[in-house]
């Protein structure tokens, strides 16, 4: 039976497919549900987007650090997805959310956002996924900012500072931390976690 509403975090390390997978849920979660909205939120297309427009200091601050692979700024991240809360969530629709949070610390600015939208029960859906492989992956897609020295600080900062987000969700009350392989092909890995949420 579905849960609703779903609130699932997806954490993996770029290259896992977080994106591709949380865009194939979505379509079936307005399929089998289609009376709740489905918000989606990704901080690295948010970044992304606000690099593009190059219209002041900050976005192109933004340009020039995403370029190298410097980590984002918490304000900034916070700004972008509080902003995104903002316009779209409320207690009713579906949640999915990919980029964050980033860090512990981010883990606790988040919850005062769940806590508000009254939306403490929570997926955690772990991508996990071997840096060869996701490295690999990276370069294929040859995005602009996927260079071999943004691709290493990456991998690097997920290690020290996101790895650790998954010990906290792990000891949350009211979450389920789900893992799933994500070196797989897109329709297995679709597959498992549309079983692992109840879903197929």
């Given amino acids: 039976m579905m849960n609703i509403p779903y609130t699932i975090i997806f ?3 770029q290259g896992s497919g977080k994106g591709t997978q949380i865009e194939l849920l979505a379509r079936v979660l307005k399929e089998k549900d289609p009376t709740n ?23 192109r601050r933004v340009h020039e650090t995403l370029d190298s692979g410097m980590l984002q700024p918490l304000f900034l991240s916070a700004m972008l997805w509080g902003d995104a809360f903002h316009q779209h969530v409320d207690p009713e629709c579906h949640l999915l959310i990919d980029g964050f949070p980033r860090t512990v610390h981010e883990a606790d600015v988040l919850e005062s956002a769940l806590s508000f939208y009254k ?24 995005r602009k900012d996927d260079t071999e020295t943004s691709i290493e600080a990456r991998l690097q900062w997920y290690r020290e500072e996101t790895v ?37």
């Fill in 11 to 13: 954490i993996g390390p």
């Fill in 37 to 59: 909205r489905v918000v989606d939120i990704q901080t690295g297309r948010r970044f992304r987007a606000l690099a593009a427009k190059m219209e002041g200091y900050t976005e």
């Fill in 119 to 142: 939306r403490n029960h929570l997926i955690v859906l772990n991508l996990s996924a071997d840096e060869a492989i996701v490295r690999e992956r990276m370069i294929k897609r040859a």
């Fill in 164 to 200: 650790p987000v998954l010990a906290y969700f792990r000891n949350r009350a009211q979450t389920t931390v789900v893992d799933c392989d994500g070196t797989k092909s897109i329709g297995e890995v679709h597959s498992e976690v549309l079983s692992l949420l109840g879903l197929a």
